[in-house]
């Protein structure tokens, strides 16, 4: 269920970004455009469009994790268990490039990050509603000082999103076996290490 979700999750939050790239070109709140290549839909309607139609699987795949990941007690286990102590060695050990990665439990940097990023994606969520329905929302408008604060925290939550990736990406280029524990299940990674044990015994 954590593999599945991922990858709907990676297609869901590409066009997220590139169709929330290309609404922004529309009405830019910074002195820059980004180039069309990168925008999805084509103008304004479009993007809108591909940004209305894919945020539902965003939020619905988001919703099957969130009850998969409680009812099963994976979250519990896997990232609500991050304490300020093992943080700060993990911290210090990843400094010393001396940080482990194990294929059954996140080391605490690991956990704060996907723990920071869930967060994140509520917050996209969240403030996504108030850009959609700012009335019918008007609480949650108020919440977040207006629509055109919201606006901002959208966009700046698309920017933190981005570093995400750029770290992620990088650590999975790193520790390679982890993109195969990804698409494969971290089963297959230990029975490809038994078989070759047994090979070398
Ligand atoms: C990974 C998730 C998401 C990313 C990266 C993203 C990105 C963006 C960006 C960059 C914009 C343009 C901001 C601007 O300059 O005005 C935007 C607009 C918008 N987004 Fe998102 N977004 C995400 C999720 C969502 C979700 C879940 C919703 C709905 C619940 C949503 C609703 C909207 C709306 C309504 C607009 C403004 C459309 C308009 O002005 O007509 N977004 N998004």
């Known amino acids: 269920m954590v593999r599945l979700t991922h990858w709907i999750n990676v297609f869901a939050m590409v066009c997220m970004v590139m169709s929330g790239m290309g609404i922004y070109n529309a ?8 180039p069309e290549e ?10 809108t469009v591909w940004h209305f139609a894919v945020m539902w699987l965003f939020v619905g795949n988001g919703l099957v994790y969130l009850a998969f990941g409680t009812a099963s007690n994976y979250l519990r286990k896997r990232m609500l268990t991050l304490r300020l102590g093992d943080l700060l060695r993990d911290l210090r050990l990843a400094l010393a490039f001396r940080l ?6 996140y080391n605490a940097i690991q ?3 996907y723990l920071g990023v ?6 996209m969520v969240v403030s996504g509603m108030v850009l959609w329905k700012p009335i019918q929302f008007g609480l949650l408008t108020a919440l977040f000082g207006g629509f055109d604060f919201a606006r901002i925290v959208h966009f700046a939550g698309m920017a933190a999103l981005l570093g995400f990736f750029v770290v992620h990406i990088v650590m999975v280029a790193l520790v390679p076996r982890t993109l195969l524990s990804m698409g494969f299940g971290a089963g297959h990674l230990k029975r490809r290490k038994e078989k070759s044990d047994g090979g070398a015994a």
Do not use: C, D, N, Q
């Open 118 to 123: 869930l967060l994140l994606g509520v917050l």
């Open 38 to 47: 990168m925008t999805l839909g084509g103008w304004l309607g479009g993007s």
């Open 100 to 105: 482990r990665h194990e294929a059954y439990s």
């Open 27 to 34: 009405h830019p709140i910074l002195p820059f455009r980004f």
């Open 111 to 113: 956990k704060a990050m």
